[in-house]
């Protein structure tokens, strides 16, 4: 093993706080992962909520397990940085650092502090009680809807702040600190209260100086607008601050303040000063630790493209868990109607990113398990056959498709239709009202059933992938391939069907699970890297310089740390093509006729 320098990535998901140990040629040393614990309403379906003390221990063990295979003669001196990521969940404190609860009546009482582990204090990403709010922003007209597809999702930072402003008492909210979560954890690492710019202009509705005549960052007019002023006119310090004027805004992996402070140094096992770097949102920590890999079998075309940072712009990242991001990068801001963005310097200076996405994706294939009438009986499959669910689902539908004598498992459900928005549409529709619709349902509880209605699942979010794949490109950029990263990668056959469904190679990670924490890893190994070149980052000039000066660095380090990945390739089988383009045309009338029937009870009783 390397005697070192090494490097800690942390990720913060939907479900569990995750950490890995990397050396400097990007291998994994050790990870480890806990729980993190999500409240759920029994009154409001709409409400999930979690605790920043509950994540932070959870955080604080995960990194205390990677540290123990260390080798002899090394110890936590020899970790020269940590980078961190996590859901664009949001963080609510006060100016000392206290948790204030978000938790809404009759239920809750907007208590500061509280019982350690208990205070529910986070918005989670998923919770959509927002949505009033947010057709209010979306109302306006600001120009702050130009950067994130022209429709602000409920799932973003100012909505869940305008839902606090007009329910918390107004001296709470006036004490409330809001942090988007990866700059919540950097806070806790440093005590610096410097934002990212990728939190920032991703989920807080913050638009760069210099773009569509933006002078500060922040828009006056609008957060005055849509009733948010208090928060204009302190110049948004709760929020960040002014850049330049109280603020401090940094890209991707400059290094934060003096590094861990002595208490988070002590709750780690790290030494104090340890270089922080500061965070990227879960999805774009995923983006950073894959899209610069090669693949082992790529075609000598491939291998004779350009691999500098231009390529980013023809590789689509798919973090794929709970939800699925879809994130790509290019020279130019292209705006694409529903799809997130765009946003500039979201990683890299002077660089623009999309963002797409899908709700529920892993929520969605368990959800369509969980809730069939056969799933004690797969479940007592799996224990008997010391396997587990999808396994079992996967054989069964093998047996189904040999006995039918069909080449391909998307013959068996060819009139089974899944739309599968059940938890609203984040892209490229925008429509939060979308919900989900089955059609081909059969009088049938059995196995086989909800195998067909398991594989209806994943073709759906399959087709959707590829919907959001053609706007991109429709609107002007150059996609080639998707990288994958999450979950979902451990399922070959869903691959495969991407693959197929998309008309585009896959990049399969050389770790399924380690491409998002190994993105964070990479980020604090470039804030080491500049403490270690004496660059110093306390003003926004200097921020500003250093981002340009060093990005190239930052994209070395992306090309050196990530490890190649697995090209799949789409089937070259006309038939299955024509099918699934017949299922794609059904996609969208599935789509139009759900908004039809909508207004039509609309017209009827509103």
């Not at 292209?334 to 890299?348: C, E, L, S």
């Not at 699934?580 to 909508?598: G, L, N, P, S, T």
């Amino acid at each position: 093993m390397s005697k070192g320098p090494f490097y800690i990535g942390v990720d913060v998901g939907t479900g569990s706080a995750r950490a890995a140990l990397l050396d400097a040629d990007g291998n994994i040393l050790s990870e480890s992962t806990h729980a993190t614990r999500t409240w759920r309403s029994d009154a409001d379906a709409r409400i999930f909520e979690q605790s920043t003390d509950d994540i932070w221990a959870r955080i604080s063990q995960a990194v205390r397990d990677v540290l123990k295979i260390l080798p002899e003669g090394t110890s936590g001196k020899d970790v020269k940085g940590i980078g961190f990521d996590a859901t664009c969940s949001l963080a609510v404190i006060n100016a000392n650092g206290e948790p204030i609860e978000v938790t809404p009546e009759p239920e809750g009482s907007w208590k500061v502090g509280g019982a350690e582990g208990e205070r529910r204090n986070i918005i989670l990403w998923a919770d959509h009680r927002a949505e009033e709010e947010a057709k209010k922003i979306n109302s306006t007209g600001s120009m702050v809807l130009n950067y994130v597809g022209g429709t602000m999702s409920l799932e973003m930072e100012v909505p869940k702040m305008l839902w606090l402003s007009t329910r918390m008492p107004k001296q709470t909210f006036a004490s409330a600190h809001f942090y988007d979560l990866p700059d919540y954890l950097t806070y806790r690492a440093t005590g610096s209260r410097a934002r990212s710019n990728c939190s920032l202009v991703c989920k807080c509705s913050y638009v760069p100086p210099g773009v569509g005549g933006s002078s500060t960052g922040w828009q006056h007019d609008f957060f005055n607008k849509i009733g948010l002023s208090s928060i204009a006119n302190e110049d948004f310090e709760r929020v960040g601050g002014i850049p330049g004027n109280g603020g401090l805004v940094l890209t991707a992996g400059q290094p934060l303040g003096s590094g861990l402070t002595k208490q988070a140094a002590q709750d780690l096992g790290l030494e104090e000063g340890t270089a922080v770097g500061s965070a990227l949102i879960d999805a774009y920590a995923g983006w950073v630790g894959t899209v610069a890999a090669q693949a082992v079998n790529a075609t000598t075309s491939e291998k004779e493209q350009d691999t500098g940072l231009a390529q980013s712009q023809h590789r689509l990242a798919a973090i794929a868990g709970t939800s699925t991001c879809h994130v790509v990068q290019s020279p130019q801001g292209i705006d694409v109607k529903g799809v997130w963005g765009p946003y500039k310097n979201a990683v890299f200076p002077g660089m623009w990113m999309n963002e797409g996405g899908q709700s529920s994706t892993g929520q969605l294939i368990d959800f369509i398990i969980d809730t069939h009438p056969a799933i004690s009986t797969l479940k007592e499959r799996a224990t008997t056959n010391k396997s587990n669910l999808f396994t079992e689902l996967h054989g069964i539908l093998d047996t189904l498709q040999q006995k039918a004598d069909l080449s391909h498992p998307s013959y068996l459900i060819r009139d089974l239709v899944l739309y599968p928005d059940l938890h609203g549409n984040r892209s490229p529709l925008a429509d939060s009202g979308m919900r989900g619709l089955i059609s081909g349902l059969a009088l049938d509880r059995g196995v086989s059933d909800l195998a067909k209605k398991y594989y209806a699942t994943l073709e759906a979010i399959a087709l959707q992938t590829r919907h959001i794949l053609a706007e991109l490109n429709g609107k002007g950029h150059s996609i080639t391939s998707l990288y994958m990263s999450g979950g979902h990668v451990k399922n070959a056959a869903f691959m495969q069907l991407l693959a197929d469904v998309c008309q585009v190679p896959v990049l399969l990670p050389n770790s399924a699970s380690a491409s998002v924490v190994a993105g964070s890893a990479i980020l604090g190994r470039f804030a080491a890297e500049l403490r270690e070149k004496g660059v110093l980052i306390d003003t926004q000039e200097q921020a500003d310089k250093a981002a340009v000066d060093y990005r190239e660095r930052l994209w070395e380090l992306m090309t050196t740390m990530t490890k190649p990945g697995t090209f799949v390739y789409p089937r070259a089988d006309d038939k299955l093509k024509a099918l699934f383009d017949a299922k794609y045309k059904i996609f969208h009338e599935a789509i139009d006729v759900q908004r039809r029937w909508r207004k039509i009870v609309a017209d009827a009783i509103d």
